[in-house]
């Protein structure tokens, strides 16, 4: 819609643009610096965010950049999550079938495990999504399934990935016994201004059009509007594109990007 007006071969602010492209702030360099050594080592790693800051963009980064041949990847995101379907969504992604009762695939699970770690020389990576919806029992379970060998080995690499709350709900007492089990923290804060112009140039750049269409007082305008969050950021610059483009204007300013904010936002 907006692509051929301003001569664009990729359009800039999509939620799934490639992964070579993706803007790295310094905090998200660390975070993935930090994800990667909880690969290698088999640890666990929780990731937090406020809604919007990057956290999917992280793990698509982070599973992008882990060789296919030395790592086997285990993805769950399920709000309701229980114990037993907690077994099962990770013995079906492992083509086995789950035994009905939670100990019993618990002891699938970790069989599985040994084989791919002794046999294939892999590290298996286990993302939780969503996390901090899940209910304690289902975080007690997954507590008790890196128990093993009298804690001098960790079966695979675990991270939970879920917003602010998450960190919060794991500072209660009550799952002391989970958080002290946790070996890295990685949160992902909102970008500040300076990052927010260099994440615009950076998508306008992995778009192959002009680079130059919006003033520094509009991003100033966009970074009051989305507080920093990619999200919002993606989804104001968008509006605004296509508000420019069906007028006509090759330039995008602080007025027009607080038009956009008045009149073309949900």
């Not at 007006?5 to 993706?22: C, G, K, Q, S, V």
């Not at 007028?247 to 936002?265: S, T, Y």
């Amino acid at each position: 819609m907006y692509e051929p007006f301003f001569e664009m071969t990729n359009t800039p602010f999509r939620n799934d643009i490639d992964t070579d492209a993706l803007y790295l702030s310094s905090d998200m360099s660390e975070v993935l610096s930090r994800l990667e050594y909880a690969a290698a080592r088999q640890l666990f790693a929780v990731v937090t965010a406020d809604v919007g800051c990057g956290k999917s963009t992280a793990i698509r980064r982070f599973t992008s950049k882990l060789s296919k041949e030395n790592y086997e990847i285990l993805y769950l995101s399920d709000s309701k999550l229980t114990p037993r379907w907690f077994y099962k969504g990770l013995l079906d992604q492992l083509g086995i079938e789950s035994k009905f009762y939670r100990g019993d695939a618990r002891r699938q699970l970790h069989q599985q495990l040994e084989i791919i770690h002794g046999i294939y020389k892999k590290h298996v990576v286990t993302i939780v999504d969503e996390a901090h919806l899940l209910a304690k029992e289902t975080l007690e379970e997954i507590r008790f399934l890196l128990n093993t060998k009298m804690d001098s080995h960790q079966p695979m690499s675990l991270i939970l990935v879920g917003q602010n709350e998450l960190w919060d709900k794991l500072k209660l007492q009550h799952y002391a016994a989970i958080r002290q089990r946790i070996d890295l923290k990685c949160e992902i804060p909102q970008y500040d201004l300076s990052q927010t112009h260099e994440y615009i140039a950076a998508h306008l750049s992995y778009s192959g059009g002009a680079k130059e269409v919006f003033t520094d007082k509009a991003i100033d305008e966009i970074y009051r509007y989305s507080a920093g969050s990619a999200r919002a950021i993606n989804k104001l610059c968008t509006h605004a594109l296509i508000y420019a483009a069906q007028r006509a204007k090759k330039l995008i300013d602080d007025h027009m990007i607080r038009e956009v904010i008045a009149g073309e936002l949900p």
